[in-house]
Structure formats: structure tokens, C-alpha cells
């Protein structure tokens, strides 16, 4: 717990001198960092009110990169559709048989 008061700290202290480089959602050295980078310029540019209007694209594109909710909503729908046919009959099995625990 401690570490993260000084990751805090560190934040706060690095973040004093220059806040637009602050991190909005804490994504350094993580495979979204493109869009936030992107994001952040745009809200640097327009400003954080007017930004939320006309950056709207970049942030709806790093809540789906760091989310994923469209990739989730569209496995969730493929299950329902699998879990109903083989309620209907049209499937023999539900799901794919899983491979062998020691496949190597």
C-alpha cells in the first residue's frame, strides 16, 4: 500500500511543472498509450470543455482500447446465439471441445 502513495507523489511531483503531460488514464508503457497521447494532444488543443466535444473520437477510441466493451458485447451475443441453438437442437455440443491439458 505504501507504493502506491509514492507513485502518487511522484505523480503529483512530475505533473506540478507541466500538467498537460499528465496521464488521464495512467496507460504509460501500456498498448494504449498511442490513443491516449492522441487524446491528450486534442484536449491540449481545444481545451478540456470544448475538447470533450471535438475529441470525442479519440476518447471513445481509448475507452474501447482499454474497455474493450464492443469486443465484449459481440462475444456475449455469439454465446447467447451458440447457447440457443443448441437448445434448439441445430448444435450437438454447446461450446468447442477444449484441446488436451498436456497438448505439447
Given amino acids: 500500500m505504501i507504493w502506491a502513495f509514492f507513485a502518487f507523489i511522484h505523480e503529483v ?20 498509450v498511442n490513443f491516449e497521447l492522441r487524446m491528450i494532444d486534442c484536449l491540449e488543443a481545444y481545451g478540456m470543455y470544448k475538447g470533450m466535444k471535438e475529441c470525442e473520437d479519440f476518447i471513445t477510441d481509448i475507452n474501447e482500447c ?39
Avoid at 505533473?15 to 494504449?32: I, L, M, Q, R, S
Avoid at 482499454?66 to 448444435?91: A, D, N, P
Fill in 66 to 104: 482499454l474497455w474493450s466493451l464492443k469486443s465484449r458485447k459481440s462475444v456475449f451475443k455469439v454465446r447467447e446465439e451458440l447457447i440457443s441453438q443448441y437448445k434448439k437442437g441445430e448444435r450437438k455440443d454447446c461450446f468447442a471441445k477444449s484441446p488436451l491439458f498436456d497438448i505439447y
Fill in 13 to 32: 511531483i512530475v505533473n506540478v511543472f507541466d500538467p498537460t503531460a499528465a496521464t488521464c488514464y495512467g496507460t504509460e508503457k501500456h498498448y494504449c
